[in-house]
């Protein structure tokens, strides 16, 4: 029997740490080298691995001591070792055995509870094995210990590369099994010198106290590295974990807006602006049209030459932004001048802004407006009082209407105007909004681009016929031509927009042409659709509005050049932008920050908020200033003309910088600023605000500051007391009330399920869209039976239909599958289209193949269609409808093959049979997994695979027999053929009929 010391050794625990941060170190950088931008980063990760690592070895050693200690005063010390091994085994691996049957097909089976009793037993079993195997057995030779190492190194590779990011519970039970394997291969490793010398028990010690120093540095060091932090979370096995359990503990401190922080500002010099008094004014604006598709602005040449002109006589403004890439939000602004969704943020803000039309109108201009009612869309009830009053437009042609129909609408109107009055008119065109179909005369392929490109075609011919139509019944009338916003179009993974902020969807062309007033020229600062209104009324002379927020471009338009930093600033629901027109910073709103440089990077592919740390400082002091500044130009006040709390007026703009300053006002005299406070810091996650907001919830006297402080600490924590407290407090609200909604949302991260307020707040058409899509979210999540028919009719809602599909996929029920199957086969968008696949299978549900086959074969492929046929079991048997790599019938050559998929060598081919083959013409689909980016050639057509797994197509040749030889380093997983698919065809328009008014109001 081993003999053991009664003292506590760190020595083989530490030597072991050691080598298992030296393999996953080995295994992450040799599988993803690529997922690190730089060396730096590499190193930063290594020093976590080596230093985290042993760090968690040790800590299992010293908590192993306590039992050990125990078993010593045991009359049979051995037995009493694995009884307790045991006991504590069996209940970690019946809490793990439970996580891991949380899936749909076995959480309700009858057999569970004694499959997870198994699965504890036998593990623990295992263990006690293991336990008794290391105290009886001297430590010496190799083979044991490297065996040890050996299983834990699988382990860490099964971690990585298999199910990635699914199924938590399986890769927790994978970390722990390689550290348990780690600790046992300490045990047993020859290192009998080392017990030998006294000495090297104190230096253990001291290594061990090093180690866990330098690991905590570590791990702060990669907090401040955001793109090393994120490789290594989603990359390594055992640090990424550790990184993970500290960020859900753990809550940066924000960092502090000092003013100073911002460049001096120089004393402003007046610039003469132009002269447009009594000038007509023709806007147009374009919905989702991307900057780049513009001559002007480096696309293609031909396809938008009526723009074209417009830029070679006026002025091009190279970097104009939208401030939401929704085109309400965008409209709204663009035409009062401020930024409305942050003004429609605040609680309490005055009343509804004066828009642009409205002050022309009181200094005799005629105003007219052409555009669609769809405008207002996206979170339509913030607008209803803007879309009741058209904006203060005195006629308004509002009706859905092609491009072309807007020229003799508007030649219509200038024809009937009264004369004598200067104009100013609003055309806003529709194209090139989804659906793309562009006209026959200006069709251009069958793909999405070529789509999407015709429509662009399609609008410039139209802007080109409203310019001349215009001008010449008003000579000399400035023209502007701008966007809503842009549209991307794949360049980041994603479709349409309102997304993200990347430059696709939130950069927009600008032109501005007066004639005689501007000559050509560009200019390079950044400016926003917020500008145009206050630059229209600078230039003829009209007061603008106290609230407006863009700047006067007039001095740009007149060719004077700025010499001081100016930003555009732009949001969505989650995320603020700030740029210089070089440098762009993206933040969310738990303060983590992208940094891009647009002139090296245009793609926006290299983040640099890590290694340009003052720049980040500079412009998040820019961005957090312009987010404070709006409610304070709102002039926002409460009752009695006290004025609401900066800190707090920005914390409810999203603002994370502005959390520090909004906990003491916890402690505000007033309800209301209780209230607010603790509603803007669970919104925030500003976990150190956690134990206040508790005792705020006991002890408050105002029992809506009790409520809103239970529901944001329980949002922040994991408080069981809490959770009961907030059920039964939203149990006790009306369903339809706002706090019940927020709270049954909450509740359900908590296991907690009030289904009422979940079901209240998918059924309120006028609810932020944001918040109902949580609460479908959390429907799905609890599979609430009762909700399926409520969620069927939402999937009527494009919005909403994605999250819609995916919550009914979880609850199942033939009601559920018949509605996502109808749904899927007319859908023409692509993440519902996904959605509703996935849901049927996983409800086994037979019209998965079909449909999932159909949507592969069309220009735009369901994304993961193969995947989703894998998982369908539809590829089990090969045939010439596809296969898996792994099954050796489709294989020709040399191959290297795992249990996922094969990766090709000399002479390899994919052969599939005659049996069932699609009939030419066809498309072949692969799943392919690749450990970095590169080249691949598949039947001769070379292909670029991205890292990680993604799916490529090729034509499928004619058949009926198919072979693909395929040369390259990417692991290819499975093939399907399908036959060519036309797209669902695009609705056809409904009529809309005017709601009475006459040709001087809406029309």
Request: with cysteine; net charge negative.
């Amino acid at each position: 029997m081993a003999v053991h010391d009664a003292k506590l050794d760190l020595r083989r625990p530490l030597v072991a740490g050691l080598w298992l941060g030296v393999l996953e170190v080995a295994l992450v950088l040799s599988l993803s080298w690529t997922a690190f931008l730089s060396n730096a980063e590499r190193l930063r990760y290594t020093a976590v691995a080596m230093t985290a690592i042993p760090a968690i070895l040790l800590l299992v050693r010293v908590l192993a001591e306590i039992p050990a200690r125990l078993a010593r005063r045991a009359e049979d010390p051995e037995r009493m070792v694995g009884r307790v091994s045991g006991v504590l085994c069996v209940g970690v691996a019946g809490v793990l055995g439970w996580a891991l049957t949380e899936g749909r097909r076995v959480r309700d089976a009858s057999w569970r509870e004694l499959g997870v009793l198994f699965f504890a037993v036998t593990v623990s079993a295992l263990l006690i094995t293991l336990v008794r195997y290391c105290h009886r057995r001297e430590p010496y030779g190799w083979r044991v210990p490297l065996t040890f190492m050996g299983v834990a190194a699988a382990a860490l590779a099964v971690d990585q590369l298999v199910l990635a990011r699914l199924y938590g519970a399986f890769h927790l039970g994978l970390g722990m099994v390689a550290i348990v394997l780690a600790v046992a291969a300490g045990t047993q490793m020859p290192l009998q010198r080392l017990d030998a010398a006294p000495t090297t028990r104190w230096a253990a010690w001291l290594l061990s106290l090093a180690a866990v120093v330098l690991a905590t540095l570590s791990v702060l060091g990669l907090e401040n590295a955001p793109s090393a932090r994120f490789a290594t979370e989603s990359r390594a096995p055992l640090s990424g974990k550790v990184m993970t359990a500290l960020d859900r503990l753990y809550t940066a401190p924000e960092d502090e807006v000092v003013p100073e922080e911002l460049p001096e500002e120089t004393e402003a010099v007046e610039v003469a602006g132009i002269d447009l008094r009594d000038q007509d004014v023709l806007l147009i604006t374009i919905d989702a049209l991307r900057a780049d598709r513009l001559a002007a602005y480096g696309g293609e040449g031909g396809l938008t030459p009526a723009m074209d002109a417009l830029a070679e006589e006026g002025v091009v403004f190279d970097h104009a932004y939208t401030p939401t890439p929704h085109t309400s939000y965008a409209l709204a602004s663009l035409l009062t001048g401020k930024f409305m969704r942050e003004v429609l943020e605040l609680e309490g803000a005055t009343a509804p802004p004066v828009a642009l039309p409205e002050l022309l109108r009181d200094y005799g201009y005629r105003t007219a407006a052409f555009y669609p009612p769809a405008i207002f869309f996206v979170d339509r009830a913030r607008f209803e009082a803007m879309d009741e009053s058209g904006f203060g437009f005195e006629y308004r042609k509002r009706m859905f209407a092609p491009a072309s129909d807007r020229v003799h609408q508007l030649r219509d109107y200038l024809s009937e105007v009264e004369a004598g009055h200067p104009l100013f008119v609003w055309v806003h065109l529709f194209e090139p909004h989804e659906p793309y179909e562009p006209p026959d005369a200006f069709a251009r392929g069958d793909s999405t681009i070529a789509r999407y490109e015709g429509e662009v075609a399609a609008a410039d011919s139209a802007v080109g016929d409203l310019v001349r139509t215009f001008r010449e019944q008003r000579p000399g009338a400035t023209v502007i031509l701008t966007a809503d916003h842009g549209e991307e179009l794949g360049d980041h993974g994603g479709w349409y927009h309102g997304s993200t902020l990347h430059e696709e969807q939130i950069r927009v062309p600008l032109i501005w042409s007066s004639p005689g007033h501007t000559d050509p020229h560009r200019v390079s600062n950044p400016v926003e659709l917020v500008d145009i209104a206050t630059t229209v009324l600078a230039a003829a002379g009209i007061p603008r509005e106290a609230r407006m927020r863009g700047d006067d471009l007039g001095p740009q338009l007149a060719g004077a050049e700025l010499d001081a930093p100016q930003y555009a600033f732009a949001s969505i629901r989650d995320e603020r932008m700030a740029t210089d027109g070089r440098h762009k910073l993206v933040c969310d709103q738990q303060g983590r920050c992208r940094l891009y440089d647009l002139e090296e990077d245009p793609l926006e592919r290299h983040d640099h908020g890590q290694t340009d740390l003052d720049r980040v400082r500079v412009m998040r002091a820019a961005s957090s200033q312009f987010v404070g500044s709006i409610p304070r130009i709102e002039a926002m006040a409460m009752t009695g003309d006290v004025g609401w709390p900066d800190a707090l007026a920005r914390a409810e703009l999203g603002d994370s910088t502005a959390a520090a300053d909004v906990v003491p006002l916890l402690g505000e005299a007033r309800p209301a600023v209780r209230v607010a406070a603790a509603r803007a810091l669970a919104r925030l996650n500003h976990r150190p605000a956690a134990p206040t907001l508790e005792r705020l919830a006991e002890s408050d006297a105002e029992p809506e500051v009790r409520r809103e402080a239970a529901l944001a600490a329980l949002s922040l924590g994991d408080d069981d007391h809490l959770a009961d407290l907030v059920a039964r407090l939203a149990r006790a609200e009306p369903e339809d009330g706002d706090w019940a909604r927020r709270a049954a949302v909450v509740l359900t991260r908590h296991d907690v399920v009030v289904p009422g307020p979940l079901r209240s707040l998918v059924a309120d058409a006028e609810a932020e869209e944001q918040d109902r899509v949580a609460a479908i979210q959390a429907l799905g999540r609890v599979r609430d039976v009762r909700s399926r028919d409520l969620l069927i009719e939402t999937l009527d809602d494009v919005r909403l239909r994605a999250d819609a599909a995916e919550a009914l996929g979880a609850i199942g029920g033939g009601d559920a599958a018949d509605a996502l199957a109808l749904s899927l086969s007319n859908e023409r968008y692509i993440p519902a289209r996904e959605a509703e696949a996935a849901g049927l299978v996983r409800m086994d549900d037979r019209r998965a193949e079909p449909l999932i086959r159909r949507f592969l074969g069309v220009d735009r492929p369901l994304p993961g269609g193969v995947a989703l046929l894998r998982r369908a079991g539809a590829l089990t048997r090969a045939s010439g409808e596809g296969a898996l790599v792994t099954d050796e019938r489709v294989r020709e050559g040399m191959w290297e093959c795992a249990e996922t998929g094969c990766q090709p060598g000399a002479d390899a081919a994919i052969v599939l049979s005659a049996e069932r083959a699609p009939a030419a013409p066809a498309k072949a689909l692969f799943l392919v997994c690749a450990e970095r980016a590169g080249p691949l050639r598949i039947a001769g057509e070379a292909l670029d695979v991205l890292e990680g797994c993604s799916e490529v197509a090729i034509p499928a040749g004619s058949g009926p027999e198919r072979r693909f030889p395929v040369v390259g380093d990417a692991r290819i997983e499975a093939v399907a053929v399908v036959e060519l698919a036309e797209e669902v065809p695009a609705p056809e328009p409904e009529p809309w009929e005017p709601e009475g008014e006459g040709e001087t109001g809406d029309d």
